[in-house]
């Protein structure tokens, strides 16, 4: 159901008019002679209290949904005190931004680990008649929608990053914000909501294996230092036996520049500094 706009009365100038015919009325029934006045005056009367009825106020960012016998007729936006037909319903509903911080939840994200996740989820009814006749109450509905695609997104993408060009939980927060705003919309589109932000708020391992995560993070950040060393240590090597072969200052065989290679390799790659022993006689 789409919404529809409507037009109202203005209520001040019609409750102006309604003091004025209640005046007359009272007028009437206390000053007239009897009989048809005071009838009259009581049908004025009457009247009157009935068309109040018809009085709603519509506050900045807000809209009334207005329906006749449970008959959807339209929704006012505009503001102030409004008047229209006595016998519609009206429905108030807030057009305001509005956030949503979901709790943590504990899923298990793409390898398998338990997580813990929580996000907070920015909104607000761009349509007033499918918040209101298409779901029952559309803020529970966007608190479980979204905690239900909080989920669906984490079990799609890793916690962490283990290859190159792949998208994480940790490492590409932007990426993961604009797919939970997808599955958002996806979900949230038929209750008139537009979600106008998603993001990550809290990520981290559950608390069973956040110890073994931190150790194995540890490990492989360990790896990744001793793999650069190692490789600029190669090549700091290559560059030595290159240029003591270029400039001629000593000529080694395979075994000397094996032995070289040895403790150059151990100097360049050791946790601790070296104390070499210098060779005061010959080199062979």
Same mark, same amino acid.
């Given at each position: 159901m789409k919404e529809i706009p409507v037009r109202s009365l203005p209520g001040i100038p019609f409750l102006l008019l309604q003091i *004025? &015919? #209640?005046? #007359?009325s009272v007028l009437l029934f206390f000053g007239g002679s009897g009989g048809p006045f005071s009838l009259m005056? &009581? %049908? #004025? %009367?009457l009247v009157t209290v009935l068309l109040s009825a018809g009085f709603y106020m519509v506050e900045p960012n807000q809209s009334a949904v207005l329906s006749l016998f449970g008959r959807y007729t339209g929704t006012d936006k505009a503001n102030g005190l409004r008047w229209n037909n006595p016998f519609l319903t009206k429905k108030k509903v807030s057009l305001r931004v509005r956030n949503f911080e979901s709790g943590r939840l504990k899923v298990n994200e793409l390898e398998g680990s338990p997580i813990e996740i929580a996000a907070v989820i920015v909104w607000? &009814? *761009?349509d007033s008649a499918e918040a209101v006749f298409n779901v029952d109450d559309y803020e529970s509905f966007v608190h479980i929608q979204s905690e239900a695609a909080l989920r /669906? $997104? /984490?079990?799609s993408y890793p916690y962490d990053q283990h290859e190159d060009g792949q998208i994480s939980l940790r490492s590409h927060p932007v990426e993961i914000?604009?797919?939970l705003k997808e599955h958002l919309d996806e979900r949230l589109t038929s209750a008139g909501v537009d979600v106008l932000d998603a993001r990550i708020s809290h990520l981290a391992y559950a608390p069973?294996? /956040?110890h073994a995560m #931190?150790?194995?993070q540890q490990a492989n950040a360990v790896i990744a230092a001793r793999t650069r060393i190692v490789a600029g240590a190669v090549g700091m090597v290559e560059m030595a036996l290159s240029e003591l072969q270029k400039s001629g200052v000593v000529t080694l065989d395979e075994e000397r520049k094996a /032995? $070289? &290679?040895?403790n150059l390799l151990v100097v360049l790659c050791g946790d601790r500094g070296t104390q070499p022993i210098v060779n005061t006689g010959s080199l062979y």
């Amino acid at each position: 159901m789409k919404e529809i706009p409507v037009r109202s009365l203005p209520g001040i100038p019609f409750l102006l008019l309604q003091i *004025v &015919v #209640l005046g #007359l009325s009272v007028l009437l029934f206390f000053g007239g002679s009897g009989g048809p006045f005071s009838l009259m005056s &009581v %049908g #004025l %009367g009457l009247v009157t209290v009935l068309l109040s009825a018809g009085f709603y106020m519509v506050e900045p960012n807000q809209s009334a949904v207005l329906s006749l016998f449970g008959r959807y007729t339209g929704t006012d936006k505009a503001n102030g005190l409004r008047w229209n037909n006595p016998f519609l319903t009206k429905k108030k509903v807030s057009l305001r931004v509005r956030n949503f911080e979901s709790g943590r939840l504990k899923v298990n994200e793409l390898e398998g680990s338990p997580i813990e996740i929580a996000a907070v989820i920015v909104w607000r &009814v *761009v349509d007033s008649a499918e918040a209101v006749f298409n779901v029952d109450d559309y803020e529970s509905f966007v608190h479980i929608q979204s905690e239900a695609a909080l989920r /669906a $997104m /984490a079990t799609s993408y890793p916690y962490d990053q283990h290859e190159d060009g792949q998208i994480s939980l940790r490492s590409h927060p932007v990426e993961i914000s604009d797919r939970l705003k997808e599955h958002l919309d996806e979900r949230l589109t038929s209750a008139g909501v537009d979600v106008l932000d998603a993001r990550i708020s809290h990520l981290a391992y559950a608390p069973e294996i /956040a110890h073994a995560m #931190l150790q194995r993070q540890q490990a492989n950040a360990v790896i990744a230092a001793r793999t650069r060393i190692v490789a600029g240590a190669v090549g700091m090597v290559e560059m030595a036996l290159s240029e003591l072969q270029k400039s001629g200052v000593v000529t080694l065989d395979e075994e000397r520049k094996a /032995a $070289m &290679v040895s403790n150059l390799l151990v100097v360049l790659c050791g946790d601790r500094g070296t104390q070499p022993i210098v060779n005061t006689g010959s080199l062979y």
